[in-house]
């Protein structure tokens, strides 16, 4: 806890595969609040693979990279906020943030929401709790639509959202099979998260041997494929789908650090098993947020669902966090800590 | 007309472009109809450039090429049938057939249905009143549903199917956009069709041409893409995606022509722009047929939506009729003329 807010900029645009030096750590003062503004003491910041697309252009250059945070209001002019609340937002990769939530903001703003620690760990709040357990909601539920007896197949099966599908498809009754990186990753699914079955696709030699994989795991075909990464493994579901299969995209992680697109062979599947692809973003669903949460937040407190969540720990440990978690070394969803918690024990 | 049925058929698979000597004309005898069967002449036969993608290994060679045809009914020991009915069905690419309707066939049969000559000239039965028109229909209204102010762009737009498209998407009080592959289809889709802009892809020196043809015709974006070709059009289509966009696929027509798959670049787009891109099959469909009918033929009746056909003639000039269709050769809906249409003046 310092007056000084440090935080992580982009520093250069990452060409290809993003590396720790495309961000820089910049030092500046706590802002003070001015008249309806809040003062966050950020707590937990999120790091997310989405946010590597929009290094390429979206992002401005050293600026504070936006990312949503857990945090605390230690200062508060607005009506809405006081002291002491547990709040998420967009906060960004620093340690303190100053919002203004429009004036109508009291619960439903998208920069800034209360956090009930009732529901969970805080740290949830940008997680399982929070847009990563909705996106994995509203895509496999309703886009998805499992049916019981139906195939769901997701990659990055282990990760902060496919955690989620493969057990969201469990609930609805149907079959769970997963890809991830790693034997680690594989055995978390099926011995962990309960999936009925996951191979790693590192293994697999060649796009052959993908398909081989794909198909041993999924023995009646694929009605759901929820798709995170884009790339060979699309390319291996779209050749597996049963007639009406359903495809949501809820990212291409495997193409966000490709310079060029080879492009997607097989997409005639989708006419020969009249199958439905659709990208979505978590944006046009925010709405669903408050219904959501108690549903959600009861799933996980009953044990129905379980979530695996690492926890890095100060500012300055951003950047590797980022970059390693981009090559695939996270495990479920990872956020750095960069305050303590009132809720946890000393 | 001869107690003969000549036919044409699959002689070999075709090896990429689909060439003449891929197809055979046999002389069999007419058949003799044994109990509940019916005996059909065929008037009109349909070529279609989905016929391409099922002679890969779909259809069996030596065997008649199965397509829809309009015909008449000869005999019958069928109680639902009677001679001179004016019927349609998948008869193939055949002077004759003989038909075994299923017992409950009153009119909503997969292998026989009645064409009723008030609705317009019989052959539109396998076009603008059969699936071509259906296709369009659904892909449409059903897939697309473009709303008022809003830009739908439809590759192949002067073909069977396209044609179709671009004045629904005028009656959904939309934007209507075509390419086609020559400048007489261009015009065709101006002048006659009521496209709203349209251009020549043939034109287009390379993907960047293309995408500046299309942004040029389309400024405000593309709300709908219907999508007959795949392709490089498919990825040009994808980059003008506007938000929330619908991308019906009913055809590739410039894929089944190649021995290899290239890939479709930009699929990105799909999440971007939270678009949907659906296969569909008119088979998913047919029992919309008995309702769609009337209305349909009500559209062309009244002038509101007008139709092309080229009417080949001679069983003999099937092979050709397909061969040179696939070659972009056609203006509107294609079908050979094989008998003596009894509603044509003599």
Redesign the interface.
Same mark, same amino acid.
């Given at each position: 806890m310092s007056a000084v807010n440090t935080g992580v900029v982009l520093a250069r645009r990452p060409q290809g595969r993003v590396t720790t030096d495309c961000f820089r750590l910049v030092e500046r003062p706590v802002p003070e609040p001015g008249p309806g503004d809040v003062l966050v003491r950020h707590l937990y910041l999120s790091v997310d693979p989405y946010l590597r697309g929009r290094m390429d252009a979206a992002f401005a250059l050293e600026e504070v990279v936006p990312v949503r945070v857990v945090g605390q209001v230690t200062a508060s002019r607005n009506p809405c906020w006081a002291e002491g609340d547990l709040v998420w937002g967009f906060g960004g990769w620093q340690e303190w943030s100053l919002v203004r939530p429009s004036a109508e903001a009291v619960g439903i703003d998208e920069r800034l929401w209360p956090v009930d620690p009732a529901n969970g760990p805080i740290a949830w709040a940008i997680s399982a709790l929070g847009m990563p357990g909705l996106t994995a909601w509203v895509g496999t539920f309703d886009l998805g639509r499992p049916q019981p007896g139906e195939t769901v197949f997701v990659s990055a099966a282990a990760g902060a959202v496919g955690s989620l599908v493969g057990q969201f498809a469990r609930l609805a009754g149907a079959r769970a099979v997963g890809s991830a990186g790693s034997a680690d990753k594989v055995a978390h699914c099926v011995d962990v998260l309960g999936y009925d079955a996951a191979f790693d696709y590192r293994t697999c030699a060649d796009q052959r041997a993908l398909v081989a994989a794909l198909r041993d795991a999924c023995p009646s075909g694929i009605d759901v494929y929820f798709d995170n990464v884009?790339g060979p493994t699309?390319e291996a579901a779209l050749r597996c789908l049963n007639d009406g299969a359903r495809v949501p *995209?809820? %990212?291409?992680i495997s193409?966000y650090e490709e310079t060029s $697109?080879?492009? *997607?062979? %097989?997409?005639?599947?989708?006419?020969?098993?009249?199958? !439905?692809? !659709? %990208?979505?973003?978590i944006y $046009?669903h925010l709405h669903r947020l408050p219904a959501w949460l108690p549903r959600m937040a009861e799933l996980v407190r009953s044990g129905k669902v379980v979530y695996h969540q690492e926890t890095w720990q100060g500012i300055d440990s951003v950047p590797e966090a980022f970059v390693s978690m981009l090559a695939g070394g996270n495990l479920g969803k990872r956020v750095v800590q960069v305050g303590d918690d009132p809720t946890l024990p000393g």
């Open positions: 884009g699309l *995209v809820c %990212g291409m193409r $697109d080879p492009g *997607v062979k %097989g997409l005639i599947n989708l006419l020969a098993k009249r199958a !439905t692809m !659709t %990208g979505f973003s $046009d």
